[in-house]
C-alpha cells in the first residue's frame, strides 16, 4: 500500500489539471507536461485536488499506484518552478560551453566532445559549471546523467564531471619511499 497516493495531490493556483482518454496534462505558468497513465490506475479531479484509486491488488497496480502520484506531484511542481541540476567540470584544460542547440565539452580526449541538447531543456555554463534547467524533472535529470557520464569523477585526483552537491571519496596515491 502506498502512503504517499492515499492522501490527495492539491492543485496550486494558476495551475490546471486535466484526465481524459488515460493521459494527465498539467499546465502552469512556465507551461505543460503530459504524461499517460495505465488503466491500473483511476485519477479523479475535483475541489482542486488529484485523487488517485487503485484498480484490483495485483501486485503492478499497487506499485503504479504510488509512482503515479509521485510522477503527477513533480509535473505540478514543474510546471511552477523549474527543476535544475548543476554540474561542476573539474580538470586542468577541461571546459564546456553551449554553442547553438549543442553543449561542446573538452574533457582531456583529442577531440571536443559535443552533446546535442533537447528543445524543452534549457542549458547554460558559467566558468566551470554546467547548469540544466527544464519543467520536466526526467529529461532534466537524464540529461544531467549523460553529461556526467562522458567523464566519470576520478577518486586520486577528482578530475571529471561532478554534481555540485555529489561528495568524491578520494584515495591516497603513492607514497614516496
Wanted: aromatic residues 6%; hydrophobic residues 40%; proline residues 6%.
Amino acid at each position: 500500500m502506498s502512503r504517499i497516493a492515499k492522501k490527495p495531490i492539491s492543485i496550486p493556483a494558476k495551475t490546471e489539471a486535466v484526465f481524459s482518454a488515460g493521459i494527465i496534462t498539467v499546465k502552469g505558468p512556465f507551461g505543460s507536461l503530459s504524461k499517460t497513465i495505465r488503466p491500473y490506475i483511476n485519477i479523479e479531479i475535483a475541489n482542486n485536488e488529484i485523487t488517485l484509486t487503485p484498480n484490483g491488488s495485483s501486485l503492478q497496480t499497487m506499485a503504479l499506484w504510488g509512482t503515479y502520484a509521485s510522477h503527477i506531484k513533480n509535473m505540478l511542481a514543474g510546471v511552477h518552478k523549474p527543476y535544475e541540476k548543476r554540474l561542476i567540470v573539474e580538470g586542468i584544460g577541461f571546459k564546456a560551453d553551449v554553442k547553438g542547440a549543442t553543449l561542446v565539452l573538452a574533457l582531456g580526449f583529442s577531440h571536443p566532445v559535443s552533446v546535442p541538447i533537447p528543445k524543452d531543456l534549457k542549458v547554460t555554463t558559467e566558468k566551470n559549471m554546467v547548469i540544466v534547467s527544464g519543467i520536466d524533472c526526467e529529461k532534466v535529470g537524464q540529461f544531467a546523467a549523460v553529461v556526467r557520464s562522458l567523464k566519470k569523477p576520478e577518486p586520486y585526483l577528482g578530475k571529471g564531471i561532478r554534481y555540485s552537491d555529489e561528495v568524491i571519496r578520494r584515495k591516497q596515491g603513492k607514497k614516496a619511499a
